[in-house]
């Protein structure tokens, strides 16, 4: 699995890795340092070598890094077996409080993002469907 992630929450994308390195899961972490230009080759690399890819985001998923992401892979013809998107579904938080509040509110903490992760890698895909780009980030 690898996990692509941009800006602050790069940082709990990292702990993420951590976590799951400790219980014998392990993903790659691809830091993307901007979305336009994107790395193209990094995400298909990815792609390719993992099998399956998770973008996190500290915004709503729409238009976003995941979307950037999946536009790469399926104009490259990539398909990685399993695919979602973490970050706001959509609409504005009622939520107010600190950053590292908000993250585990919003499932984008360190161990919400390792733990989503796992689900991920003990879903068994299916090869008749497509990435799954509804997964993830909670509904607030």
């Known amino acids: 699995m690898t996990i692509i992630a941009s800006g602050g929450i790069l940082k709990e994308v990292l702990e993420a ?3 799951l390195a400790q219980g014998e899961f392990r993903c790659s972490v691809l830091g ?3 979305i336009k230009p994107i ?3 990094a995400i298909l690399e990815a792609g390719l070598q993992t099998g399956g890819i998770v973008t996190v985001e500290e915004h709503t998923v729409d238009g976003g890094l995941g979307s950037a992401v999946a536009e790469v892979c399926m104009d490259a013809g990539v398909h990685p077996r399993r695919f979602v998107r973490l970050g706001l579904r959509s609409g504005f ?3 107010v409080g600190a950053q590292e509040y908000l ?3 919003y499932g984008l903490d360190s161990a919400s993002i390792a ?3 796992q689900r ?3 879903e068994r895909p299916q090869a008749s469907e497509g990435p799954d780009v509804n997964g993830g980030g909670a509904d607030k």
Request: glycine residues 0%; aromatic residues 0%; charged residues 25%.
């Open 32 to 34: 993307m340092h901007t």
């Open 39 to 41: 790395d193209r080759q």
């Open 115 to 117: 733990m989503a992760v």
């Open 120 to 122: 991920l890698l003990h």
């Open 17 to 19: 890795a951590d976590i």
């Open 103 to 105: 993250r585990k509110c």
């Open 93 to 95: 938080s009622s939520i």
